[in-house]
Structure formats: C-alpha cells, structure tokens
C-alpha cells in the first residue's frame, strides 16, 4: 500500500482492507512509519518511538477486534503499557517503566489497535497546549504552526491530522480530547464518567474528572473504539449506566426523532467569544435545523465559575503533590529545581498548601456542577456549546514555562477563558463531543462540542455522524512540503 493511499482512510476502512486480504498489517504499519519518520520533525507529535519492535508485532500479528490490526498511538500520559515508557511530559518523570498494562490497553489491543510510539503531552497534562520543556520544544498546531496544538491530547491530535494515524489514544481531565480535536481538526469525544476504566492499579484521576478516550478521524473510528474500551471493571468506584446498543450501531443508524438542542452563544462572568467561535455554534445551529431537530437557545447552567475554576485547580494541585511526591519517593531524592515546569513547580507549592477541607469543599463543588448542568439541560438532548471561546491559541500564551512568569492560580485563570465550556463537562462527568465543522477564511479550524446526558454517547455519536454526512472534514488536510 502507498502512503497516499493510507492517508486517506480511516481506521475502519483500512481494517475491511485488512479483513478482505488486500493489505497486511505489516504493510499498514511500514505506512504510518513512514509518514511518521516524514512529518514528526515538523510536528514534534511523537515520543518513545518502537517501530522495529512494532513492525515485528504486525509482521506476526493476528487480526482481531474491528480494527483487525492497524497502527495506533498511545498517549504519554502514565498509560501502563509494558513496551512503552513515559514521561507524562516531564523530566521529573522521564523513561517511567511499568511492569503492568492498563486495563483500557489490554482493550485496545483486543480492538486490533497496535502501537508503535507514545504521543506528546504537556508537563502531568496539566496544560490545554503542548510545550514540554521535556519534549524539546513545542507540538505546533498542523495547520498554523504559529499556533498551539492543544493539549493535553495536542501529539495524538496532531498526529491524526497529519494521517499518521487514522486513530489515537487520547485522554481528557479538563478538556485534553477536545481541546486539541478543535485545535487541529479531528473528532474528539468525552465519555461519561465511569465509562471507561482506569485500572488495574487506580479507579479515578482527578477525582473522577478524567478518562481515557480516543481522538480520530471519522466518528465511527471513534465509536468502535468506544465499543471495546468501555464497561465496567471490577472494583471501580464508578460505573456509566449501559450502553443503549452498541456505539457503532448508533453511528450507523439515523436519529429516529427529532431532537431537541439548546446552544449557548454567552458564558459565565461574561467571558468573551470570538466572533468565529460564536459563528461556528450558529453554523452548526443551522445544519441541525436543516437535519430536523429542534433547535433554540438555551439558559446558561447555573454554576459558580470562579468557584469552579478554583476548585479545579485545586484539584489539579492536590494532585501534583501526590504525583511527585510520590515519584521522588521511588527515586530516593529531594525535589530540584529544574525537576518541574514553573507554573507546575507552583502547583506543587499550592497543593502543599492546602489542607483536607479545601479537598473535599472541591470535589463538592464538582458536584454541584452536575446538579447545575442536569437542571439546565433538562428539557434538552443535547447542549451546544462552543468548543473553545476563542481560535487556537498562539503558542507560548498557554505554555508552563510562560514568558510572563504565571503563577499556578493565575495560569488556571487565564485557562478557563480559553477553555471555559470544556472542564466544567469534566466536573459535571457529562460526556462531550468536538466536532470540525467550521473553518476560518484562513484555514483554521473552528470547532463546536455537542454535551450530552450522562451515559448517553449514542445520542452524541449519532447527531455527530449525522453532521459529519452534512458537513463533511476528512478530505481536508494539512499541508506537509
């Protein structure tokens, strides 16, 4: 198979190949390597490469799952995987081996999903850009290298827009999927909370906030993926509500009833959207009336969003401290200076500052966001939202080593006014869709997030597969010389 060829496919068009004898694994894999060993320098997307060890696997692999075998890439998040290290994009953490798999591996791997390189993150993927000193530089943003990949996805997001994969890894804290999917063009999906494991070893991150996932190509890549890496495991603390069907069957089906969306265009404490932002949701608006559905403006949750943003961040903080804390307990030594990131090294320091109150007064208002977006969404199916309140940020405004010196506080601060639909999605445990359906004069892409029930991703896989019919994204790709 060519490259040009490979590119232009999606995951499960790729595996029919495979399944019909038309193309190999092994073959598959000499592709996305090859596209890799072209377009990672410019992109800086990958780390902790394996592709002889990788090519091996495919040579001998054995087709199985709905991917039958293609390419994957995992994210450089602490991800157990025995072939793969991690440096959660740190110094401080850099070459961490595991003698385990994540549960969501084991899974993956049973998907046909075969890895060959891990994907680049920020510093503990605390940031919405990927600009790890540990990395080397910056993850630029595919279609405007000037600008942000996003993160903490931004390596998976940016390596799918460039088709080295047609589906990658991916996890989302406080907007880490849809960030970078609005960032650089691809689908990216939220699930609920409790709908993917996290174990073996633990049973939430970020105080239920976080979960794994999948960026890619296509909704349906997305959707068969989702079928194989959710269900409850034994011993987790949370469990979504079953699946209605199977999220690949929902994709395939139409939506069997109008139904009815409410939009945002304004957000808390008056935080500005850009004009191309706003324009995308009244974009988006207007393809879901055109599709049938009942469509109108709705009332902005009832939220505290300073509270939430501090409460977030102390969070985040809290678990800095146990995450180094704890590393430097395994490696037998003191902090250093340049262990960590500044805005990072900060959060540590708040984290040590805060006591078991100021945890749970935290976790509680994470709560109340919940009970706020379950009462304003009550009359609805689905909420949309801009996916990002303004375009991809320029790169440096959002790095962790800021040239303007942030602390942690004022680092998360100035976050929530880039980012300020997607993290509140996260405390609420709501699963969320970013879907790339508008693009700047420029070329630029302009995404809106689809919010959904809690347990229902069928509804937000199939309107997403209805808008992609409509509004097609996968013929357009970046440019590489």
Known sequence: MQTTEYERLDGLALATLLERGEVSSAELMD???????????VLNALTYPRYEESRGIAAGWTPRGPFRGIPFLLKDSGFAHKRFPSSIGSALFNDSTYAYAATVADRFEAAGLIPFARTTVP????????????????????????????????????????????????????GSIRIPAACCGVFGLKPSRGRVPMGPAKGEGWAGMATDGVLSISVRDTAAALDMISGYEAGAPYAAPPKPRAFLEAVREPVMRPLRVGFLRTAWNGIPIAPECDAAVAHTASLLEGLG?????????????????????????????????GRLKALGRNLHANDLESVIHDGYLVGKGLDAASYIDAVARLHAVGRAFAAAMADLDVLLT????????????????????LGFREYRARAATYSTFLPVINGAG?????????????????????????????ILLELSAQLERVAPWAARRPQFG
């Open 386 to 405: 801009p996916t990002l309140a303004q375009l991809p940020c320029k790169l440096d405004y959002l790095a962790l080593n800021t040239s303007d010196g």
């Open 31 to 41: 592709c996305a390597i090859k596209l890799a060993e072209q377009r990672n320098p």
């Open 430 to 458: 709501l699963p969320a869709a970013s879907l790339p359906l508008s693009w700047t004069d420029a070329g630029l892409p302009v995404a809106t997030q689809l919010i959904g029930h809690f347990g229902r991703e069928d």
């Open 293 to 325: 559905h009942d469509v109108f403006e709705a009332t902005l949750p009832d939220i505290d969003y300073d509270g939430f943003v501090h409460a977030h961040g102390s969070i985040l903080a809290s678990n800095i401290v146990v995450a180094v804390e």
């Open 123 to 174: 510093e503990l993927c605390m940031a919405g850009t990927t600009e790890a000193v540990r990395n080397g530089g910056a993850t630029p943003n595919p279609w405007d290298r000037t600008r942000s990949a996003g993160g903490s996805s931004g390596g998976a997001a940016s390596a799918v827009a460039a088709r080295i994969v047609p589906v990658a890894h991916g996890s989302d804290g406080g």
